[in-house]
Nanobody, 115 residues
Framework: VQLVESGGGLVQPGGSLRLSCAASGFTFSNYAMSWYRQAPGKEREWVAR????????NYADSVKGRFTISRDNAKKTVYLQMNSLKPEDTAVYYC?????????WGQGTQVTVSS
């Protein structure tokens, strides 16, 4: 399993970013995918999840209405569109795959929201 995140960067409050996670080494279309984030000095927290085929999504309350998770099974990629970004969204964002009791993570991509 390999998960490679990209798309992070520095953005002003109110701005937008789109993160991508390219997956390989497993049958991508068979599995739900999630995004997590970890801010400095804090525990990693779940952000959003999308199911495998129906594309059902759910979100943490802190990002609901601002972030959108989506996937392209043909490209084996999951996305996180982040709008109306706030300074408290600053964190390293990780793509996650869970197969039974095993968790797989990418290397993370840094998102910094600051003026």
């Amino acid at each position: 399993v390999q998960l490679v995140e990209s798309g992070g960067g520095l953005v002003q409050p109110g701005g937008s970013l789109r993160l991508s996670c390219a997956a390989s080494g497993f049958t991508f279309s068979n599995y739900a995918m999630s995004w997590y984030r970890q801010a400095p000095g804090k525990e990693r927290e779940w952000v959003a999840r999308i199911t495998s085929t129906s594309g059902y999504t759910n979100y943490a309350d802190s990002v609901k209405g601002r972030f959108t998770i989506s996937r392209d099974n043909a490209k084996k990629t999951v996305y996180l569109q982040m709008n109306s970004l706030k300074p408290e969204d600053t964190a390293v964002y990780y793509c996650n795959l869970r197969i039974r009791i095993s968790d797989y993570w990418g290397q993370g991509t840094q998102v910094t929201v600051s003026s």
